[in-house]
């Protein structure tokens, strides 16, 4: 029985071994073979120098050139209303008639007090002339005139502050009156604008001053239109800067002429300075961004030793980005003119890895792309 037993365990040790050696065997084989490389396919651009225009950029908000809110100077009743809300007016244009019947009234009367008191006054002036009347009744029958002119003017201009007219072209607000409401002094009666043009007040660090000049063109973008662009012209500097920010404010004046743009916008300001820009710039795709620094691929030639011999290969290098202007971003370091680097699908890509450069389907970069679907 043991000796039956002593054979099987012999057995069992002999198809152990001949296992262990034929695992040896095929584990001496894998190593003495090359793995196999899977090249990876991407696009590549050759990095090239390229000019871009000089720029600021600021946020601003939109002011009306001329814009008050029309109110009553005298109190009274609103007797006519004469204006449409949102209308476009002419500067004289009238807008509300208070009541003016007691004051109307009281200038008939005044005009003929002094007309009584004109002719009053041509007669002693007649006989001053003559010497027939003395110097005190010429000085009466004149004070009597001029005081009766004045009465008759001071009717005149309450009548004229209580025909509210526009003070300059302009569009209209919102209606805030009735007819036959009693107006109190310096209520509001509609808000007027003028709309074109406007003006986009913004300020910039005093750092910028002396590249800052009137006259230099400014791009205004709001979200309220997204695809347009505003153009205008730097009209203004303030003369101090801010003490608070040490910043200075800048206003701009902008073309409005189909009154897209509206006084308390919120806008985006590009100010386009004269000088140009040379950038070294990449399409924004190529770079992979990442918490400890921004990296690109770039592709080279694959060692002769190496298993992808003949192909391409990329090496990741970091690089400091500049400003962004539409597909590319412009690169201060880590990159050289001519470099050919990998545009699209970094995410993928290992340090030295092999790929192969196919650019039949790559996108196409431009520096203001208009895309159709947003």
Known sequence: MKKKILIALIGV????????????????????????????????????????ESALTSVGSLVAVQGVTVAAEVAGKVAHIAFEPGAMVQAGDLLVQQDVAAETAQL?????????????LERSTKLLHEK?????????????FKQAAAQADNLKAVIAKKTIRAPFAGVLGIRLVNLGQM???GEAIVSLQTLDPVFVNFSLPQQQLTKIKTGLSVRVKTDAQPDRVFEGAISALNPQVEAATRNIMIQGTIKNADLQLRPGMFVTVTMVLPEQQAVLAIPATGVLNAPYSDSVFIVENAPDNDAAAGGKVVRQQFVRLGVRKGDFVAVTSGLKQGDMIVSTGVFKLRNGQAVTVDNT????????PTPKDR
């Open 132 to 144: 027939t009347s003395s110097r005190s009744e010429f000085d009466s029958a004149d004070a009597q």
């Open 183 to 185: 107006l109190s002094v």
């Open 361 to 368: 389907l790559a996108p196409k970069f431009e520096l203001a």
């Open 13 to 52: 040790v002999v198809v152990l071994v001949v296992i262990s050696g034929i695992y040896a065997l095929m584990i001496r084989t894998l190593i003495g073979q090359k793995r196999p490389v899977n090249a990876e396919t991407v696009t590549a651009v050759t990095v090239q120098p390229q000019t871009w």
């Open 108 to 120: 008939r009367s005044a005009e003929a007090s002094l007309a009584l008191a004109k002719v009053s």
